[in-house]
């Protein structure tokens, strides 16, 4: 047992053992979401503000379904709707619902770093839910959940990652979490959009599908994220399926038991086929169970962090 | 200078729990609605004593859970996450007798997380409270119905309850710092 963080901004400075404690800590969670009452009072008189600059649907949704389950006050706020649009600064917005004594900030934000930008000026702890290309730390503490869930561990695991990784978040805070905890990460798609520099991360980096998937016991698979892209990084949606999209025909050669995953929203016939994405073998509505119980947990963990102090004996 | 002293030893804790049992039946005529639930981790084991020595005292099997209190507790903001352990209670609360089960009884803040838990299970007709020991000091107006052995501490000292443990004998000690 060791938590006494008071943000979660990354996994990249998280320890093997924060991250499992995180896990453990999730699967009580998960247990109060199949009870009758799925609500606990962990939170109560805490106010959250889900401060999210950038578009987001489900993990939006994801964070604000965690903080009722866990009885907080919750404000939500976009930037569409707010006083963004009018230029005021990111810290200016922040500082203002600070002094409405908002006690946890979850921010989505396009620009890399700026959780961590909040963190230093806020005295309110704050949750990154996506940074940029940077870091998307609870899809990756979530994605490391439904493996351990499912397979009963992590290390030792062939995880391949297949899709846009130069401009994924969730690729980067998945390889961080899943090395830490032991698995063989190999990173697989078109060479523009996985460069070599990966592998600095302690990971592998290959532009050959067939060998990627060959060997891997989970195959996580990444949308193309055009929004990120300022050019097109390959020539077009069709050549990428034909070349690097899980068909019926690349499935039917992986593991017998190899599962996949996918953070969402799915492209289907893009990135996955259809017959592939509802197999017993996908667990990509799992992820989205578990995504709730693992942002339960993240917010307790660091509702608590006061400092290591000894639990009192009773 | 720190000391430490032997409160109860294995045979006195087995002592005690068997007497619990018996008034356990004696102020529950019909046994058949009684139900056991350990408070991790100290009350976990002792409620699973507990419920062999009651189900040989009635000829019946009671059923054990057992309840995490933590995600209730009052104090969360002002110390460090605490661990949290499983919770099972693989029956009915509805309507029974249950019994809560902890190994020390201080502040009596545990014991209110717990019955504020135990209300997302449903409704017990009665909530009944057995520990192995009562150290003083309630910050709240409960009370234990069983209690193993009362005894009278300083606010400072420490009370451990070594239970199942391998490779050591079931003891209660008091710490003195």
């Known amino acids: 047992m060791s938590w006494n963080r008071k943000h979660l901004l990354d996994i990249e400075s998280l320890s093997a053992d924060e991250i499992i404690t995180v896990l453990d800590t999730a699967k009580a ?6 009870r009758a009452i799925k609500k606990v009072p962990a939170l109560r008189g805490r106010t959250v503000v889900n401060l999210f600059v950038e578009p987001s649907t489900r993990t939006r949704i994801s964070f604000e379904l965690a903080q009722q389950r ?41 620009a890399a770093g700026a959780p961590h930008f909040l963190s230093r000026v806020l005295n309110a702890h704050v949750i990154n839910a996506g940074d940029g290309a940077h870091e998307h730390p609870t899809q990756a503490l979530l994605d490391a959940f439904t493996i351990r869930e499912r397979t009963g561990k992590i290390a030792g695991l062939n995880v391949t990652i297949l899709g846009d990784i130069l401009f994924s978040r969730v690729a980067r805070s998945n390889i961080w979490a899943l090395t830490k905890l032991g698995a063989k990460v190999t990173l697989c798609g078109p060479s523009t959009l996985v460069p070599r520099t990966f592998e600095a991360m302690g990971c592998r980096v290959t532009h050959d599908v067939d060998e990627a998937l060959r060997e891997a016991d989970i195959i996580h698979l990444l949308r193309i994220q055009h929004e990120r892209q300022r050019k097109t990084m390959f020539p077009s949606i069709g050549e990428y399926t034909t070349l ?31 017959e592939v ?36 004996v009773v | 200078m720190p000391e430490s002293s032997l409160i109860l030893n294995a045979l006195g804790i087995q002592r005690a729990l068997t007497r619990i049992a018996h008034e356990i039946t004696e102020r529950n005529e019909t046994t058949t609605d009684v139900v056991l639930v350990g408070i ?9 004593q507990l419920g062999k020595i009651l189900s040989g005292i009635v000829n019946q099997a009671i059923p054990v859970g057992s309840l995490d209190v933590n995600m209730h507790r009052d104090d969360l903001d002002q110390r460090a996450a605490p661990k949290i352990y499983p919770t099972q209670i693989p029956f009915d ?5 249950v019994v809560l089960v902890d190994d020390v009884l201080f502040s009596g803040r545990t014991i209110r997380a717990a019955m504020d838990a135990l209300n997302d299970f449903g409704r017990p007709r009665k909530i009944q409270l057995a ?39 079931d003891q209660v000690i008091l710490h003195r710092p």
């Open chain 1, 244 to 274: 690097y999209g899980l068909t019926k025909a690349r499935f039917a050669k992986v593991r017998p038991n190899a599962l996949i995953m996918h953070p969402g929203p799915i492209n289907r016939g893009v990135e996955i086929d259809n």
């Open chain 2, 131 to 169: 520990v192995l020991v009562d150290r003083g000091h309630r910050e709240l107006p409960i009370k234990a119905d069983f209690v193993g052995k009362n005894q009278p501490t300083s606010p400072t000292e420490k009370v451990q309850v070594r239970l199942g443990e391998p490779g050591s004998e």
């Open chain 2, 93 to 97: 609360v509805n309507g029974k007798t």
């Open chain 1, 70 to 110: 866990l009885s907080a006050d919750i404000v939500n706020f976009t930037a569409e709707a707010s006083s963004l649009k009018k230029g005021e600064t990111l810290k200016d917005t922040a500082k203002n619902l600070e002094a409405l004594n908002a006690d946890f900030i979850v921010i989505r934000h396009s």
């Open chain 1, 277 to 312: 994405a509802d197999c017993a073998r996908s667990l990509i509505l799992e992820q989205v169970t578990n995504g709730l119980a693992v942002r339960m947990a993240v917010m307790f963990l660091i509702n608590g962090g006061k400092g290591p102090q000894e639990i009192a």
């Open chain 2, 40 to 48: 991790p981790r100290g009350g976990v084991p002792l409620a699973e």
């Open chain 1, 29 to 34: 969670f998960k247990a109060v979401g199949e």
